[in-house]
Nanobody
């Protein structure tokens, strides 16, 4: 089992920045790719981006490419989502997940509880 806890969400104005953290415990963190997803009210869970187990490869959804950056520190068992130039449409609950390097939710075995990000216009 891997336990994941997100933090860093909050309210920010459009154009601002936030950094989300995902702290892992349990099984070896570095065995897993780490994905970030988000879900807005009334919408399906959406892929944001993912990072390979080593941190050497990343992949982003087109909607966030160039604005969001995923990183990880395997020594600290933590993954990060740096979000810049935030837009109101980025408002959602953000989830981190551990699993295979993929854009599909079903490829991730472990999920955090989510953290709310609200971007005001």
């Amino acid at each position: 089992q891997v336990q994941l806890v997100e933090s860093g969400g909050g309210l920010v104005q459009a154009g601002g920045s936030l950094r989300l953290s995902c702290a892992a415990s349990g099984r070896t963190f570095s065995n897993y790719a780490m994905g970030w997803f988000r879900q807005a009210p009334g919408k399906e869970r959406e892929f944001v981006g993912t990072i390979s187990w080593s941190g050497g490869i990343t992949y982003y959804a087109d909607s966030v490419k160039g604005r969001f950056t995923i990183s990880r520190d395997n020594a600290k068992n933590t993954a990060y989502l740096q979000m810049n130039s935030l837009k109101p449409e980025d408002t959602a609950v953000y989830y981190c997940a551990a699993g295979r390097y993929s854009g599909r939710p079903r490829d991730y075995d472990y999920w955090g509880q989510g953290t709310q990000v609200t971007v005001s216009s």
